[in-house]
């Protein structure tokens, strides 16, 4: 029989001869060099294999793919090797061939290949009629299309909850309607539906109704709706179920918006993310929604973003890799870990392209692209970024803290009453008093400042110091008196040491060098206390690329009178997401099997691999043969 390197309709064509002109046929093959002399039997060359595939014409190869799905099926082979025939093979309405694709859907899908059980249902659903058993095909298939394909879900969901009679199975459709129509439909769609579907719901079904009262709140702000279409009073969650942890995150982002109440949206977020329960149910909303509340406050995640990455290719999410990527890059450049973040944030722009959607994601990353470049101090880059991002649509929250991204771009080009008009024109149909999720105050200040406002800087960074005192998270609260101690001049001495003292206490490492850069600087400040801060600074930014912060540092050094005493290059190192690729690409995968595996797309993999070659990258193995890792000919 002929292995993996040649087509199986070859194989079927030959099964049909008798077995001394088989033995023949493939001998004279053998001689003539096309097909290997040896077991299993394989052509020679692939370009070969491809020819004699496509010689056949379309409609004979189709039938060769049905006989050789059944010659598979007679042999014991596995579902998916039958599948794969199958897929290509004509449309008979055949119930047997029907089982045998949701099989190998079912079978794909536990092994995290959700793309391949999803092309496997849609090739189940075209042998169905329109009966009970169509329904309960369009569910599994829309379940795992909002893994890979939000526009396909939705459609293949909304037809099943149509069909459904039973309240429990209709609710459960419900759901996972609304909650992906937030990123895959129109502003207000969720909303919509999710009310919609909860005044459905019979009253034994309280905790879904929590769930869908959840989308409809957090969708509201999302997509920035007239607060009088969905804003209301919201109960306490109620319960331990997927509704009620729902609910809880929903109202931490909430209580979040409103900036009073630190604790309480910290103690529903935890409860949100109780257990990764979510993880089972929602592919990337509101365990997401409770890890961003939890870093808005400053509540440590531990190893989180790890083990969402790991449960999102276990279930081969392709929107909860987005999801994961997306938000851990914000994670990772609040805490200045400024290459890493660049590498999630282009990467969730990647994948957002591939799972289609309203544009929800985009604006987010874009702007935390641009506060990763201006925290490296390359304003060209984050120039380059602002305009890119001037053709994507800017829905919702994610668009308004792009605006605010490019109004401080405008300000960093000394643009500063373009910066301020930006500013005014950015909407906010509901009001978001919390700087840490509304950070216009500071660049407004910033801008102030440049148009030789003073005064008026200091007022406004004055009430966004007042406001985050109020919430209490000492990162933002750090960098925030850090600017006013910089506005105020010699009378900000003390705003400069609180700041400093304050973000030395998280993991916001870029803006704890920025915050000891300013203290260090000042004139007043005598060498002993003035250099250790500076030198600090200057060793912090270094480590992070923030080459803006390095340089300020460097030359407040050189006015004590005490210069860097090496000058140094600053050298990126592989990001992990890089380093997995060159593991990946080192243990034999191909460009498009690695980029399969990491939900990457081909470019973005050939990229990394041609850098890693021109810098002469290689990996190393230890003497266990465990634990790769990435080396370089150079000496940094």
């Not at 702007?367 to 470049?373: E, R, S, T, Y």
């Not at 797309?601 to 810098?615: I, Q, Y």
């Amino acid at each position: 029989m002929l292995g993996d390197g040649a087509p199986l309709p070859v194989v079927a064509a030959l099964a049909e001869l008798p077995e001394p002109d088989t033995a023949a046929a493939l001998a004279a093959l053998a001689r003539a060099e096309v097909v290997k002399d040896e077991q299993p039997l394989a052509f020679v060359h692939p370009l070969v294999r491809e020819a004699v595939y496509r010689d056949q014409p379309a409609a004979e190869r189709a039938l060769r793919h049905e006989r050789a799905a059944g010659l598979l099926r007679a042999a014991g082979a596995t579902d998916e090797q039958v599948a794969a025939h199958l897929l290509l093979a004509p449309v008979r309405g055949d119930g047997e061939a029907t089982e045998v694709l949701c099989r190998a859907a079912r079978t794909a899908a536990e092994r995290g290949a959700a793309d391949s059980a999803v092309t496997y249902l849609r090739r189940a659903l075209e042998e169905l009629p329109a009966d009970a058993q169509r329904c309960d095909l369009l569910r599994e298939l829309g379940m795992l299309e909002s893994l890979v394909d939000g526009a396909a879900s939705t459609e293949h969901l909304l037809q099943a909850y149509e069909r459904l009679t039973d309240p429990r199975e209709r609710a459960d459709v419900a759901v996972a309607i609304a909650r992906t129509q937030v990123f895959a439909s129109p502003p207000g769609a969720a909303t919509a539906f999710a009310r919609r579907a909860a005044d459905a719901l019979p009253g034994d079904l309280a905790d879904h109704r929590q769930a869908l009262l959840a989308i409809e709140l957090v969708s509201g702000y999302m997509h920035a709706l007239d607060p009088a279409l969905w804003r209301h009073p919201v109960p306490d969650p109620d319960g331990e179920g997927y509704g009620a942890q729902m609910l809880a995150a929903a109202l931490a982002y909430d209580v979040t918006i409103e900036g009073a109440d630190r604790e309480r949206a910290v103690r529903l977020a935890r409860f949100a993310l109780e257990g990764d329960r979510l993880w089972a149910v929602d592919h990337g909303l509101f365990w997401v929604v409770a890890a961003i509340i939890r870093m808005l406050a400053d509540d440590d995640l531990g190893d989180f973003w790890a083990r969402a990455r790991a449960e999102a290719h276990a279930r081969g999410s392709l929107f909860a890799v987005l999801s994961t990527n997306l938000w851990q890059g914000f994670w990772h450049w609040r805490r200045g870990e400024l290459t890493e973040a660049d590498s999630c944030l282009a990467n969730a722009l990647d994948e957002s392209r591939m799972w289609g959607g309203a544009g929800i994601a985009p604006p987010f990353a874009l702007a935390f692209l641009i506060g990763c470049h201006l925290d490296r101090g390359d304003l060209a880059a984050a120039r380059a970024t602002a305009d890119a991002a001037g053709a994507a649509p800017a829905l919702g929250d994610g668009g308004r803290l792009l605006q605010h991204a490019i109004a401080r771009v405008l300000t960093a080009e000394g643009h500063h009453d373009r910066a301020l008009a930006v500013l005014d024109a950015v909407p906010t149909p509901v009001p978001v008093p919390n700087p840490v999720w509304n950070p216009w105050r500071s660049t407004a200040a910033l801008a102030l400042r440049g148009l030789g406002r003073t005064d008026d800087a200091v007022a406004v960074a004055e009430e966004e110091v007042r406001l985050l005192r109020r919430w209490g998270a000492p990162g933002h609260l750090g960098a925030s008196l850090r600017l006013l101690g910089e506005l105020r001049g010699a009378a900000g001495l003390d705003h400069l040491r609180e700041a400093v003292g304050l973000l030395a206490t998280t993991t916001a490492a870029v803006d704890l060098a920025r915050a000891r850069c300013a203290l260090g600087a000042r004139p007043e400040l005598p060498d002993h206390e003035a250099v250790p801060l500076l030198r600090a600074a200057l060793e912090e930014a270094h480590a992070r690329a923030a080459v803006g912060i390095r340089d300020r540092a460097r030359a407040a050094l050189q006015r004590r009178g005490c210069p860097d005493a090496v000058e140094r290059e600053s050298v990126l190192a592989p990001t992990a997401t890089e380093l997995r690729i060159l593991e990946l690409s080192a243990g034999g995968l191909g460009i498009r099997e690695v980029a399969q595996q990491l939900f990457l797309t081909p470019g973005m993999v050939r990229t990394v691999l041609e850098k890693a070659s021109a810098a002469g990258l290689k990996f190393l193995s230890s003497p266990s043969g465990e634990g790769r890792a990435l080396a370089t000919g150079r000496t940094p």
